[in-house]
Nanobody
Framework: QVQLVESGGGLVQAGGSLKLSCAAS????????MGWYRQAPGKQRELVAL???????NYADSVKGRFTISRDNANNTVSLQMNMLKVEDTAVYHCNAVVPYLGVYNYWGQGTQVTVSS
């Protein structure tokens, strides 16, 4: 059974920091590309950051220099350190795993709410 469980969301003032974590189980984590997406009310889900199986990160332009994605293959976790948060970062943040094994499989977590107040 595949599970992606996010944690670390909450309410923070603009300029503050939060760290999101995603614990993965039931997948071949070491070969998975892991990502964070977000969806604000009335908007489409958008990519925030991803990290390849080899550890190469990639970021949306809107978060470059403020967010850092990292992975811990020993513990099957992926994290998103978010600094200098802005009101426009408010959204539900979802963990994503793309696993290329006997096909390509795409998995999602339930999401964690991040609210940034002015």
């Amino acid at each position: 059974q595949v599970q992606l469980v996010e944690s670390g969301g909450g309410l923070v003032q603009a300029g503050g920091s939060l760290k999101l974590s995603c614990a993965a189980s039931g997948i071949r984590f070491k070969i998975a590309s892991m990502g964070w997406y977000r969806q604000a009310p009335g908007k489409q889900r958008e990519l925030v950051a991803l990290i390849t199986s080899g550890g190469m990160p990639n970021y949306a332009d809107s978060v470059k220099g403020r967010f850092t994605i990292s992975r811990d293959n020993a513990n099957n976790t992926v994290s998103l350190q978010m600094n200098m948060l802005k009101v426009e970062d408010t959204a539900v943040y979802h963990c994503n795993a793309v696993v290329p094994y006997l096909g390509v499989y795409n998995y999602w977590g339930q999401g964690t709410q991040v609210t940034v107040s002015s």
